[in-house]
């Protein structure tokens, strides 16, 4: 019977599914690809825009039901991601996709930890995956990531050393471990621009960049070296951090540049001896501060020594899912990557000068 | 989201620059208007220019003046590169729309000031 069925049949049909993130139907979204339609046999591809798409398998089962409505019994739908091309990339990282600054405001609320475990979820989803810390004076990400050698220089490029699959650049990397970094501004900015130029990128779906506290230097020398996709914010649950935090929004929004969500990071305390739940730093600050600012909330991190742990042993809990900790960083991963989705339709520039 | 330009042309003729805006505006900034503005630290620290000069004729005082080059400074701004050789000023994007020289912009400046 199901000879009868065209291809418009199939896409008019594959019109209501709907994106919940973009808010748009996937024909329209141009998600559904290499569509064939055979006898009582339809394939086709559904390509997202982002690896780690939190709505994955929803889509994947609307799409087969809204074609197997139509009573064709052989529905082969093949999974694909490509995060999309900007039109305002930049010529220093021409392709890296997507650039998100990984924010706070206050420090010691876990940015480093929190920008650490997010690379490794993405990563794990299979996206390709950059981490740039630009805590040029505090740098930690070599010792989250576990990594020990130094970058190596080939043709005057920088390869960034690869751990778990990310690509990383630090500071931490060109300094024996009890020197420091005691420079003013321009310094800063040289190596800013060092860190994405001169930098053997490739091929990045997302490149997170730490940053350090504060609203000062770094902050300024990143957002005006390139176009950022967005930022997230990190913030602990009580009102002093979300202050802070706030500072670092104005920043943001002073640069142009989109706030992708708020993350509540050590969220609450689950005491391994009797399963009580303590509120150390309060809960659920950064949801209504989210809320009264109106972005996005991506989620919270509760507070655990095993994440410590994991994080000074160079082993982000990121890489075992079957945890707690591992499953509340793939979650807030999933929710950042479907926001960096939302950016890129609705905040993308594209500007000519002539 | 507030307007940003969709299109900048550096020579729109007569000693102007244009921009093109998200929201369909469109505004023209004589060369020297946009100068005199110039947003960086030792051109703010001297003030703008006095309007009139000794003679009463400013123009002959005046050197032939263009942007030889303009570059997007991260999301929010863009940088000219001046033909004297002047390029500290960042024009943010939101300083630039209130710049606008055009009788719909200023009268409504004039409103909001009153």
């Not at chain 1, 990594?147 to 390869?159: F, H, L, M, N, W």
């Not at chain 1, 009580?276 to 509760?302: D, N, S, T, W």
């Not at chain 1, 509340?328 to 905040?347: K, M, R």
């Amino acid at each position: 019977m199901s000879s009868g069925i065209s291809p418009q049949d199939v896409v008019k049909a594959l019109r209501a599914v709907k994106d919940p993130d973009l808010g748009r139907d996937i024909v329209t979204l141009g998600f559904v690809k290499d569509l064939e339609v055979g006898d009582n046999r339809v394939s086709f591809t559904l390509e997202l825009t982002t690896p780690a798409c939190p709505v994955r398998d929803q889509l994947l089962a609307q799409a087969r039901a809204a074609v197997a409505a139509l009573g064709v019994s052989n529905v082969d739908v093949r999974m694909a991601a490509q995060a999309p091309q900007r039109p305002d990339g930049h010529s220093l990282i021409p392709r890296v996709k997507n650039t998100v600054a990984v924010a706070s405001g206050k420090g010691g609320v876990g940015k480093s930890t929190v920008a650490a475990n997010l690379a490794v979820a993405l990563q794990r989803a299979g996206a390709k995956v950059g981490l740039m810390d630009t805590d040029v004076y505090g740098p930690s990400v070599p010792v989250l990531m576990g990594g020990s050698d130094a970058p190596r220089v080939v043709e005057g490029k920088i390869e960034p050393p690869i751990e778990y699959g990310v690509k990383i650049i630090s500071m931490g990397y060109f300094l024996p471990k009890d020197e420091a970094v005691i420079w003013r501004g321009p310094m800063l900015h040289k190596t800013i621009h060092q860190f994405l130029g001169d930098v053997r990128w490739g091929e990045l779906d997302y490149l997170l960049m730490d940053l350090p506290p504060g609203t000062g230097d770094i902050q300024l020398s990143l957002s005006q070296t390139i176009p950022l996709t967005g930022a997230v914010i990190v913030s602990t649950p009580q009102d002093l951090a979300l202050t802070v935090a706030a500072k670092a929004i104005a920043m943001f929004q002073k640069l142009n540049v989109p706030i992708l969500g708020i993350i509540e990071n050590m969220s609450y305390y689950l005491c391994p001896q009797c399963g009580h739940r303590e509120e150390i730093f309060g809960h659920g600050g950064a949801r209504e501060a989210a809320q009264k600012f109106g972005f996005p909330f991506l989620g919270e991190v509760p507070l655990d020594p095993s994440i410590r742990v994991h994080s000074d042993n160079g082993k982000p809990v990121a890489l075992d899912d079957s945890t707690a900790y591992g499953k509340a960083f793939q979650t807030v991963a999933g929710a950042l990557a479907a926001q960096v989705s939302v950016a890129n339709f609705q905040t993308a520039q594209d500007i000519s000068i002539e | 989201m507030p307007p940003v330009p969709a299109k900048i042309k550096l020579a729109a003729g007569n000693n102007t620059l244009v921009i093109q805006w998200s929201d369909g505006h469109e505004s023209t900034y004589p060369y020297r208007y946009l100068r005199s503005r110039c947003p960086c630290a030792t051109c703010e620290e001297a003030g703008p220019p006095p309007e009139q000069a000794v003679g009463g004729l400013p123009i002959l005082g005046q050197k032939p003046l263009h942007p030889a080059r303009a570059e997007l400074v991260g999301r929010y701004a863009l940088q000219i590169f001046w033909s004297d050789g002047h390029s500290a000023g960042i024009y943010a994007f939101d300083r630039l729309r209130k710049l606008c020289p055009c009788t719909e912009c200023r009268a409504l400046r004039e409103t909001a000031a009153w």
